[in-house]
């Protein structure tokens, strides 16, 4: 047997089409191999139009290796394929070959500008007419490739010829856009024809135009302009290039739709379309000329990441009648995304669909969706064939939808398939999972799983539903995790860091949430705050330790240097954070309704704490970048930051001075606590969790870390008491109320059913799922012991009643897997390593056990404080 390997990645792209890297970094999978193989050496095959390379390295690195060949140029094309060599001399057999190809990667590149509409409209309302526009161009014999780069002020969908160029919706995203606008690039080959050929847009208000924020919200923060930015490339067999770009030659014209709202909705007049708008021949004379608006090319940027998609249809599994008469869909699954229908009616028939996540006495429940009017409405054009809608430009987090006006029988109709719930969000690569013998247990993490699927709308939101859905940094920080886990989102999340960084005011202070918005005086100015601003330092970090990419920390070092600057001047000699304003930890559910703030630990306690995390974080940075210097100074700060910690707010004993759940799980978790106080503290915390009744204690910064704190501290059983506890406040209360996602309070649904009256009262928020990282390391057990998983740990504690768990991550070397079950007295444990990567086995009652790649299985006997468990 001899080793195969994968076809070959580039960077962190799921797509390599439009890479916006010169050099791309090469990662692969040995996907088989001998007994105690490793790799040597590596063989990277280049081909491109004009020449086929091969380069040998001696190295056994498999993980984003650096490009071997020459660097891309823009619209440079190269297939690669690898071929590895193991410490006996003898090579693989080549693996598949896997397609790059360069965007546009420099600002000369662009002819384009952004074109849109010139008519008149009142910039500050909602209902402003979206457009189209378009243009016809021609296309000689002898094509051989094109490419459409495309982007907007605002959202696009384009077509070429009357066909929907890609499946990617809400492009091009949120970014800071004064200093990033992402573009797409598309091969439309197939689409383009010899002769007569039209190209054109669509366009919706978006991010970048449309109201933003609560209270009413802002209009026009980025620019009052709907915009489309195209620039297709024609490609023929005698090397010509020819462009077809936007510019003034481009003509507008108002689309059926009447206004869209992400917020509020989409309204859409079918009886307003132009049949044949986006092919040849229209006669255009009655549109109108359009504008050519500014933007710096130098701003325009390949992603990182994949875009926003489609990735799932959901069917309504039951039909309401409310107490009211009103007629309801219930979809099962709080989600996120629109709802397309399919009928027949008489022209000129209007349907309503609004939306929300719960009832409420049995109504559609809106009060949580605030301003949100979260309405689609549709009015169709009569053609007796009948016809298909879903909105473009919006999107919602619902379960429920309440249909008026529908002109058939509701039942029938969506029995037969009238109405599917689009799910969409950022398509990433799902690479973990987690079972136990708990079914509850089970739809907990299902539901955190939903609930990233709903918050990763290309940037990490907070919630899907309201006048909201900003990334809210304090959120992702927590959750960064359990999100590295659950899916693929290196390429998002350092996306999303680049704008952290640009959003990042000059004396260091990191934004409440990115892109940032103006909002009320709670939030604007910008002020620092800690756990939200941590986000600077705690993400790189996470993302270094999951995907083993050192770029990140060079590229965030900065940001995350001058975050930990910031704190040590507000600190001052004392090294405490014990002034100015904080939300502490945030949503504790013994804070009031109207002021999650008041929680029962100092809020000062909470931002000396991360003080202290964040400058250890940097210290660890410094020293994996091989920056000495600043890793002892920040090193030196964090020990100082941690006595003072204890010093303020730690007894001799170990009590602390908040004698409350989250005060001691972060000084535990953030290992602020000299040794002959941990043990102290972790059992007062355990103490405090069995007082509670086994009842949640914590927000949004103590819910992360409180298991691990017990866990890790000789406190297991009450670990697993607090996360296997029904009664209110608990994860699994939720579970047992229906919740099909993570709720954005503890008890956003009260035990008798009736909705929280908090104004923050979201079904559907990711940062108190962040257990399920715990889940994965610890009840499962599998974690990285080495960034990047090239060592992994597998260290399963069992407990809680619980007789079997499993964990499966797709590792950067290849599948990690774990299964355990109890059964008469023994632990039966079955581990898979992927080759190239080591792992250590540490089962309780046993030694340490060194594996090497392949699959192992052990039996060991329960040790009594398991068994009594």
């Not at 481009?250 to 132009?274: F, K, M, N, Q």
Request: with cysteine.
């Amino acid at each position: 047997m001899t080793a195969t390997v994968s076809a070959p990645r580039f960077e962190h792209h799921r797509e390599a089409l439009g890479i916006g890297e010169s050099r791309p970094r090469l990662s692969w999978i040995v996907e088989a191999a001998p007994e105690g193989w490793r790799q040597s050496a590596y063989r990277v095959d280049v081909r491109t139009d004009a020449r086929a390379e091969s380069f040998d390295v001696e190295s056994g690195e498999q993980v984003l290796v650096p490009w071997p060949a020459a660097d891309l140029a823009s619209r440079d094309r190269a297939e690669v394929r690898v071929s590895v060599q193991g410490v006996d001399g003898s090579w693989s057999a080549p693996g598949p070959w896997a397609s790059v190809e360069a965007g546009l990667l420099d600002a000369s590149d662009w002819v384009a500008g952004p074109v849109g509409p010139i008519w008149n409209e009142n910039p500050m309302t909602d209902t402003r007419r979206a457009a189209l526009v378009r243009r016809e161009f021609d296309v000689r014999p002898g094509l051989v490739r094109a490419r459409l780069y495309a982007s907007a002020h605002g959202l696009y969908q384009a077509e070429l010829n009357g066909v929907r160029v890609g499946d990617d919706v809400l492009s091009p995203g949120w970014t800071v856009y004064r200093e990033r606008l992402r573009y797409y690039t598309y091969d439309v080959t197939d689409l383009v024809a010899e002769g007569a050929n039209a190209i054109g847009a669509w366009l919706g208000d978006g991010w970048y135009r449309g109201r933003l924020g609560w209270r009413g919200g802002f209009r026009n923060l980025f620019g009052d302009d709907q915009s489309f930015i195209g620039q297709l490339e024609l490609v023929y067999a005698d090397g010509a290039r020819e462009t077809v770009a936007t510019d003034t030659t481009w003509r507008a014209a108002p689309s059926p739709i009447v206004s869209s709202s992400l917020y509020d909705g989409e309204t859409y007049d079918a009886r307003d379309e132009v049949p044949g708008w986006s092919r040849a021949g229209l006669d255009d004379a009655e549109w109108s000329r359009v504008q050519l608006r500014r933007r710096d090319r130098a701003t325009l940027v390949a992603p990182t990441g994949p875009p926003v998609r489609v990735t799932q249809e959901v069917a309504p599994v039951a039909v309401l009648t409310t107490p009211s008469g009103r007629r309801i869909l219930d979809f099962g699954q709080n989600l996120t995304g629109v709802v397309r229908l399919r009928g027949a009616a008489p022209a000129g028939t209007t349907v309503t669909l609004r939306t929300a996540e719960v009832l409420q006495d049995g109504e559609l429940y809106t009060r949580p969706l605030r301003d949100a009017k979260s309405t689609d409405v549709y009015t169709f054009a009569g053609r007796p064939e009948g016809e298909e809608w879903e909105p473009r430009f919006t999107f919602h987090g619902f379960q429920y939808v309440e249909v008026d006006g529908w002109p058939g029988d509701l039942d029938a109709d969506a029995a037969a398939g009238a109405f599917t719930a689009r799910v969409l969000h950022t398509d990433l690569e799902r690479t973990g999972w987690f079972t136990s013998s708990d079914p509850l247990l089970d739809r907990l993490h299902e539901n955190i799983v939903w609930g990233m699927r709903g918050n990763f709308v290309d940037i990490p939101t907070d919630c899907p539903q309201r006048d909201e859905r900003l990334g809210w940094t304090g959120d992702i920080q927590v959750f960064a995790p359990t999100a590295s886990f659950l899916f693929d989102s290196s390429g998002f999340l350092t996306g999303w860091l680049r704008d952290l960084s640009a959003e990042q005011l000059p004396d260091g202070t990191v934004p409440w949430f990115v892109p940032v918005i103006p909002a009320d005086t709670m939030w604007t100015p910008q002020r620092p705050g800690a756990a939200w601003g941590d986000a600077a330092t705690v993400v790189p970090w996470t993302l270094y330790e999951r995907f083993g990419d050192l770029q990140v920390l060079r590229d965030q070092f900065d940001s995350a240097r001058a975050w930990v600057d910031l704190q040590a001047d507000i600190a001052g000699p004392s090294r405490l954070w014990d002034t100015g304003y904080q939300l502490g930890d945030w949503l504790d559910p013994a804070a009031p309704p109207q002021d999650p703030a008041d929680a029962r630990t100092d809020r000062h306690l909470v931002a000396s704490a991360y003080f202290a995390l964040s400058a250890r974080l940097v210290a660890r940075m410094a020293d994996a970048l091989d920056e000495q210097d600043a890793a002892q100074h920040y090193g030196t700060l964090a020990d100082e930051a941690a006595a003072a910690f204890v010093g303020r707010y730690v007894d001799a004993d170990g009590r602390m001075t908040s004698d409350a759940q989250t005060a001691y799980a972060i000084a535990l978790r953030f290992e602020l606590l000299p040794e002959h106080l941990r043990a102290p503290a972790a059992e007062r915390l355990a103490q405090l969790v069995h007082e509670a009744g086994n009842r949640i204690a914590t927000g949004f910064v103590g819910t992360p870390v409180v298991t691990d704190a017990l866990s890790a501290h000789g406190q297991l059983d009450a670990a697993y008491d607090l996360l296997l506890e029904r009664e209110c406040p608990s994860w699994l209360y939720q579970v047992e109320m229906g919740a099909t996602t993570v709720w954005e309070r503890w008890d956003s649904m009260l035990p008798d059913g009736r909705v929280n009256s908090g104004s923050m009262t979201s079904f559907n928020h990711y940062a108190l799922g962040a257990v399920a990282d715990w889940l994965h390391r610890v009840v499962a057990g599998l974690e990285a012991a080495e960034p990047g998983y090239r060592r992994i740990r597998f260290a399963p504690r069992p407990g809680g009643g619980l007789t079997e768990a499993s964990a499966r991550h797709r590792t950067p070397y290849g599948t990690a897997a774990i299964e355990w079950s109890i059964d008469g007295g023994e632990l039966r444990v079955r581990v898979e390593v992927p080759v190239g990567a080591s792992a250590v086995l540490d089962l309780e009652g046993a030694d340490p056990e060194e594996l090497g790649h392949g699959t192992h299985e052990r039996v060991v006997a329960l040790i009594e404080a398991v068994d009594a468990a």
